[in-house]
Structure formats: C-alpha cells, structure tokens
C-alpha cells in the first residue's frame, strides 16, 4: 500500500465506521472520538511530567506516569491511528477495534485509567486519566442505544402491550402479578373466626 492510499485511508476513518451503526446519535460519535484525542494527548503529556517524580524518589509516581503514558498511546492508536501513519499494526489494531461493540472500548478505556490514578494520585493523573474515562463513558452511552420515541414508550406502557413471553396481548395488567400469601391467609382466618364467632352465638 502506497503512502498516498494509507493517507486516504485514515483520513476517511474518523467519519465512517467500519460496521454501521445507525442508531447512534453523532453528537456521542464526534463526542467521543474527540474526547478520546484529546485524553490520550494530555495523558501522554501528564504521564511524562508524572515520571519526573523519580527524581524525588518517588516509585510510585513514576509507574503510574509510565501507565499513564501507556494508556495515552493505546486511546491515541484507536481513536487516532493517523499520528502512528507510519506503524502498520496499529492501523490492523484500530480497525479491529472498530468491528467490536462499543462497550468494549468503553470498558477498556475505564479499566486502564484507574490504575495511574491509584499509583500516583495528583492533578495530572487525575485530569490525563480523567479523559480517558469520560471517553470510555461516552462509548458506554453509545453502547446503550439512542433512547425509544414517545409514542414507543407509550405502546410499552399501555395495558394493551403484547406480553414478551406468550406473545399474546395482555388486557388485564394485574394477570402477572401474584397475589400475596398471608393476605389470602390473614382472609381464611377471619373468615373463620367469624364463622366461629356465629356459631357460638347460635
């Protein structure tokens, strides 16, 4: 593949997914690929400056800082392989990236923010592995789904809603309901005792 078509090729990327998914609002899909620049950018730029903390002979730090710049580049290779143009792997790992749902990503961007926030609690960490995060819970939205109309929720709700199990439509919506076992023998004993009751008046 020639320079030219690689260009081309990442360049289209951000707007079109490689599976379509038609229900997901754009706002969310810019939202979130740009949150997820921005992130691995700054997280790259804050995992350096929290590396310096091995200056100090801080350990702790400087594990977190590299984490921290591990996980800028894994949001960067996904959500913008154009800066790697000259990696080929990571143009293969970001088009898988593409074909899996979005609550894998979502789940992957949380799961590595956490640990360098953990190691090396302060305000870079916070504000780099803070992105991440935001990113992960924007594909989590997308991952649920653009929300149903009014009129769809409506036909949900109405007595008249066709039953998810039998297929059937309901009328009564209190066929599904069980009734509670020491009301009915709360009722048999007071049927009883007033029966009781009339006996012994008799």
């Given amino acids: 593949m020639s320079f030219a078509e690689r260009l081309t090729t990442l360049m289209a ?11 997901v609002p754009w706002h969310l899909k810019y939202g979130g690929r740009a949150a997820g620049i921005v992130g691995g950018f700054f997280a790259i730029l804050f995992g350096l400056y929290n590396c310096i903390g091995i200056l100090l002979g801080d350990v702790g730090c400087l594990v977190g ?3 921290q710049i591990l ?3 894994v949001v960067l290779a ?5 800066c790697f143009i000259f990696i080929d792997y990571v143009q293969q790992a970001a088009e898988k990236a593409d074909q899996r749902p979005y609550w894998n990503r979502a789940a ?3 799961i590595i923010s956490i640990p360098p926030v953990i ?3 302060g305000l870079g960490s916070l504000f780099g592995c ?3 995060f935001v990113t992960g819970m924007l594909y989590g ?3 649920l789904g653009k929300k149903g109309s009014r009129e769809d929720m409506a036909a949900m709700a109405s007595p008249n809603a066709m039953s998810p199990v039998q297929g059937v439509p309901s009328t009564d919506q209190h066929s599904t309901l069980m009734e509670d076992p020491d009301s009915v023998v709360r009722g048999h004993a007071s049927s009883g005792n007033n029966v009781g009751g009339s006996q012994l008046v008799r």
């Fill in 13 to 23: 990327r951000p707007g079109q997914d490689n599976v379509p998914r038609d229900d």
């Fill in 65 to 67: 800082g590299i984490l």
């Fill in 71 to 73: 996980a800028g580049f």
């Fill in 78 to 82: 996904i959500e913008a392989p154009c």
């Fill in 108 to 110: 992957l961007y949380c």
């Fill in 119 to 121: 190691l090396c609690l």
């Fill in 130 to 132: 803070g992105l991440i």
């Fill in 141 to 143: 939205m997308m991952a």
